[in-house]
């Protein structure tokens, strides 16, 4: 029997913790296709997908990708979903994103 080669790959972005991200990466979530298996509680939402061996956990200071992998670009892939849609939502809340930022 041929052995499988698995890449581990973990990403985790760390950030100032602030409780109203909470509600922020409960609606960011929801924009997430490929994760069918959710967890939610009062400290985070984990997203999984178990055949594809990766999970997004989603807290009020941080997020973590975490994936076990054969191919190293469907991770990439997947990092790069996760930091658009994650990191987009913090710059809102933040009101660091230009369309928010008001004129003087």
């Known amino acids: 029997m041929a052995k499988v080669l698995l890449y581990k790959t973990i990403f985790e972005v760390r950030y ?3 409780l109203e991200f909470f509600n922020v990466f409960i609606a960011a979530a929801q924009a997430f296709d490929g994760y069918p298996d959710w ?3 009062s400290l985070a939402v984990s ?3 178990f055949e594809k ?5 989603i807290q009020h200071n941080r997020f973590v990708y975490d994936q ?4 190293p ?4 892939k997947d990092i790069k979903e996760a930091l658009e849609k ?3 939502s913090l710059i809102f809340l933040d ?3 230009p369309a928010r930022q008001t004129r003087a």
């Open 16 to 18: 100032p913790s602030k």
């Open 39 to 41: 967890e939610v509680s």
């Open 47 to 49: 997203l999984r997908n």
């Open 53 to 57: 061996r990766c999970s997004l956990n």
């Open 68 to 71: 076990d992998s054969d191919d």
């Open 73 to 76: 670009s469907v991770t990439d």
């Open 86 to 88: 994650l990191v987009l």
């Open 95 to 97: 009101g660091l994103h």
